[in-house]
């Protein structure tokens, strides 16, 4: 991995440890994966790693919600301007940190069911696709259920009636792949 994302996971770590008790593990799992997304699927990774990174640093400094839509602004808007401030001290390049904010600010707009917003955005279908599949992985699996009280079976119930990918689909074959991996073997 390359040094400066380290850097931008070292900034961010501290936030991390303020939010929600999973996301460091959550984190972690995501910048792999998306290590290998980029080399598979040739995308971007000065932006997807950092947005990969800095996604719910803002859980760090606002409520610590999961699928309230009421709330979930406040988390995006704060990891922005986080994200923001972390990419400017590494001296980031201003364009990319534009990029990278805008796509925080709007990480979870699914929610919303504004999935034409993912349509038109390979960087951050995928990044959502990664961000979902968190809820499949044996760890995220587990935490995710117990935060929402579902039995196993109640969670994969829940996964499989999502409505984000009966809508968008998957952005691509890796994280269609990914997916099916690790829900299989739940």
Not at 61 to 76: G, L, P, T, W
Not at 106 to 121: S, V
Request: aromatic content about 14%; charged content about 35%; proline content about 3%.
């Amino acid at each position: 991995m390359e040094e400066v994302y380290l850097k931008i996971w070292k900034l961010a770590k501290p936030y991390y440890k303020k939010g929600r008790p999973m996301d460091i593990k959550h984190i972690s799992w995501m910048m792999k994966e998306t290590e290998n997304i980029c080399n598979t699927e040739k995308l971007d990774e000065t932006i997807l790693m950092p947005l990969v990174i800095l996604h719910d640093v803002g859980y760090g400094i606002s409520d610590k919600v999961y699928f309230d839509k009421n709330k979930k602004e406040a988390h995006m808007g704060a990891g922005s301007k986080l994200a923001k401030k972390i990419l400017e001290e590494l001296n980031y390049p201003i364009e990319k940190i534009k990029t990278i904010c805008r796509l925080i600010k709007i990480h979870d707009y699914w929610i919303y069911k504004k999935y034409t917003l993912y349509k038109r955005n390979k960087i951050l279908w995928t990044f959502n696709d990664l961000d979902f599949i968190w809820l499949v992985h044996p760890e995220g699996f587990k935490e995710v259920r117990k935060i929402l009280g579902k039995s196993k079976e109640d969670m994969i119930k829940y996964v499989k009636k999502d409505i984000r990918h009966k809508k968008l689909g998957f952005s691509c074959k890796y994280t269609k792949y990914l997916y099916e991996k690790y829900l299989s073997n739940l």
